[in-house]
C-alpha cells in the first residue's frame, strides 16, 4: 500500500509516492508550467527519470497525468488505483483554522477555500488538486497538511502586528508564519539526535532555501517565526526583501509613481540577494562573485548572514535561551560561509561553530564545537516524510 504525497504550487505540482511500510519513496516528479503551452511531467527516481511534454491546462490535468505515469504499463510502479491508501496534500494556507493536519471533508475543503483571500496564488491549486484525487482516487481518504499550521502556538504577543485593532478582527492581519513543516520536522530530528524529549529544548530552527524563515521552537511549540502576514516578511531572501521599514514602500509608491503591483515586484522579486548584489538570487553563484572580489556579492552575503543572525538573537531572548540552533533547507544544508558568518563573534555567549565540521558536507550532523554550550547542527528537511507521517497518524 502507498501513500501519495501532492505539493500544489502556484503553476507546478510535485508529488511522491512512498510505501507506507518501509516509507520510501518508490516514484516522484513534477509537473511544471501548469496552464502554459509548454507544460510538461518530469517524473521518475534519479537515473530513471523522464520528461513528458503534455498539455496541461490545470492542477486537475496534472493530477490525471501523475496518475497516469505511476499506472504506466512500461514505467509505472503501480498496477492499480486502489494501490494508493491516502493522500496527503500540503496546503499553504489554513488560516487561524487549523492547528494541525487534518482528514479532508467537506468543511475542510470550505475553510481552506475561506482561506484563498490569504493565498490566493497557492490555496486554489490546492483545492483543484484535492477536487481531483476525490473524483479520481474516491477511495482514498484524503489529508491536509498546513504550512501556517505549526505556527498556531504563537502568542498573541508575536503574532499581532501593532496596526489598529480592527484591522485583526475585520481583515486577519496578522503574523501566520510559514514553512512550518519543515521546522516542525527539524525541530523533531533535533530532539532526536540530542537524545532528549522535545518537550525540554528551546531551538531556533532556520530554514534557509530560496524563501528563507526563521522559528523559535520552545519545548516543540512555535513561539515566534520571522516570516509573517505573507512570506515576503522577515530574513532576507533570494529575491525577497525581508524585514524593511514599512514606509519604503508608501515613499516609492508617491516618489516613483509606483502601482501597488510593481511595488509588490520590486519586493518580492527585484531584492534580497539579487537586488544588492546584481549578479542572481542564487547564493552559489553570489558565493563565487564575492570570493572573486565582487564588491557587492560580498555586500549581499553579509547582511544576507546579518540578517539570519538578527533573528537567532531575537530568539534567544524571546526562549530566555536556546539549547540548539538547526540549519537547513538549500542554503542551510550546504553554505558554510553563511554559518560561518551568523556565528562570527558569538563564542562570549557559548555558541560555538567547530570550523572542520561546518566545512564538511553530508547529511545530518552536529557542526558545533565540543565545549559548546549551544549545539548547532545541520538536519536535511523532509516534508514530505512529514506529511506521510501525519497521514499515518490520522490514517493508519
Ligand atoms: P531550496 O529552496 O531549499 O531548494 O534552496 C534553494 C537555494 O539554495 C538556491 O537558490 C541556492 O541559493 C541555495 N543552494 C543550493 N545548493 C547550494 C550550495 N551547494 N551552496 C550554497 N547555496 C546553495
Keep these: 500500500m502507498f501513500i501519495l504525497v501532492i505539493n500544489a504550487g502556484s503553476s507546478s505540482l510535485k508529488y511522491q509516492l512512498v510505501d507506507r511500510d518501509t516509507q520510501e519513496v518508490v516514484d516522484k516528479g513534477l509537473c511544471?508550467?501548469?496552464?502554459?503551452?509548454?507544460s510538461f511531467l518530469k517524473h521518475g527516481l534519479d537515473d530513471n527519470e523522464v520528461v513528458v511534454t503534455l498539455p496541461l491546462k490545470d492542477h486537475y490535468d496534472a493530477i490525471q497525468a501523475v496518475l497516469d505515469g505511476l499506472l504506466d504499463p512500461e514505467r509505472g510502479v503501480i498496477a492499480s488505483l486502489e494501490e494508493i491508501g491516502a493522500v496527503g496534500h500540503r496546503v499553504v494556507h489554513g488560516g487561524e483554522y487549523f492547528n494541525e493536519s487534518v482528514?479532508?471533508?467537506?468543511?475542510?475543503?470550505?475553510?481552506?477555500?475561506?482561506?484563498?483571500?490569504?493565498?490566493?496564488?497557492?490555496?486554489?491549486?490546492?483545492?483543484?488538486?484535492?477536487?481531483?484525487?476525490?473524483?479520481?482516487?474516491?477511495?482514498?481518504?484524503?489529508?491536509a497538511v498546513f504550512d501556517t499550521a505549526f505556527h498556531q502556538t504563537l502568542p498573541p504577543k508575536a503574532y499581532m502586528y501593532p496596526l489598529p485593532y480592527d484591522l485583526y478582527e475585520e481583515q486577519h492581519?496578522?503574523?501566520?508564519?510559514?514553512?512550518?513543516?519543515?521546522?516542525?520536522?527539524?525541530?523533531?530530528?533535533?530532539?532526536?539526535?540530542?537524545e532528549r524529549p522535545l518537550a525540554e529544548l528551546k531551538i531556533i530552527t532556520c530554514h534557509l532555501g530560496n524563501g528563507c524563515s526563521?522559528?523559535?521552537?520552545?519545548?516543540?511549540?512555535?513561539?515566534?517565526?520571522?516570516?509573517?502576514?505573507?512570506?515576503?516578511?522577515g530574513v532576507m531572501m533570494g529575491t525577497r526583501c525581508g524585514t524593511i521599514d514599512p514606509a519604503i514602500v508608501i515613499y516609492l509608491i508617491k516618489a516613483l509613481g509606483l502601482t501597488p503591483d510593481e511595488a509588490e515586484d520590486l519586493m518580492n522579486r527585484q531584492s534580497g540577494l539579487l537586488g544588492i548584489s546584481g549578479v542572481s538570487n542564487d547564493l552559489r553563484?553570489?558565493?563565487?562573485?564575492?570570493?572573486?572580489?565582487?564588491?557587492?556579492?560580498?555586500?549581499?552575503?553579509?547582511?544576507?548572514?546579518n540578517s539570519v543572525k538578527?533573528?537567532?538573537?531575537q530568539y534567544v531572548f524571546a526562549m530566555a535561551g536556546v539549547d540548539a540552533i538547526v540549519f537547513t533547507a538549500g542554503v542551510g544544508e550546504n553554505d558554510d560561509r553563511t554559518r560561518r558568518q551568523v556565528f562570527e563573534g558569538l563564542e562570549p555567549l557559548?555558541?560555538?561553530?567547530?570550523?572542520?565540521?561546518?566545512?564538511?558536507?553530508?547529511g545530518e550532523r552536529f557542526i558545533s564545537a565540543e565545549d559548546s554550550r549551544v549545539k548547532i547542527l545541520v538536519v536535511p528537511t523532509n516534508e514530505e516524510l512529514m506529511i506521510v507521517q501525519d497521514v499515518l497518524e490520522l490514517i493508519g
Design 173 to 194: 492581519i496578522r503574523k501566520y508564519g510559514f514553512h512550518g513543516t519543515s521546522h516542525r520536522y527539524v525541530a523533531q530530528r533535533t530532539a532526536a539526535i540530542l
Design 285 to 305: 553563484d553570489i558565493r563565487a562573485a564575492a570570493e572573486s572580489g565582487h564588491e557587492r556579492a560580498l555586500l549581499a552575503y553579509e547582511m544576507y548572514a
Design 214 to 233: 526563521i522559528s523559535a521552537v520552545d519545548k516543540g511549540h512555535s513561539v515566534d517565526t520571522s516570516m509573517g502576514f505573507t512570506p515576503l516578511d
Design 310 to 313: 538578527r533573528f537567532i538573537g
Design 103 to 143: 482528514i479532508i471533508n467537506d468543511e475542510v475543503i470550505a475553510r481552506i477555500r475561506e482561506c484563498i483571500p490569504l493565498a490566493p496564488l497557492h490555496n486554489p491549486p490546492s483545492l483543484t488538486g484535492i477536487e481531483a484525487c476525490t473524483k479520481l482516487i474516491p477511495a482514498s481518504p484524503q489529508v
Design 32 to 38: 511544471e508550467k501548469i496552464g502554459l503551452e509548454d
Design 350 to 362: 557559548g555558541i560555538l561553530l567547530d570550523e572542520e565540521k561546518n566545512r564538511k558536507r553530508g
